[in-house]
């Protein structure tokens, strides 16, 4: 059986040598790096619809 996730935890992961912050809690999950506030975030609704992934190709596409 799995545990609700009812509030916010926060886990620290390495990336090529760089320190993130991973922040999962019911709304979705945020990456910031550490010592930040700011990052990329996702909301579960999105990633349940497919539209992260859309956001994702449209920023690609923007960048390029």
Known sequence: M??????TLKREITIDEKSYIV???PEGLKLTEKG?????????KDIVSG????S????????D
């Open 2 to 7: 799995a545990t609700k996730l009812d509030k």
């Open 51 to 54: 539209d992260a992934a859309l």
């Open 36 to 44: 930040r506030r700011k990052g990329p975030e996702l909301k579960w």
């Open 56 to 63: 994702k190709a449209l920023n690609a596409s923007v960048e």
């Open 23 to 25: 922040t999962i809690d």
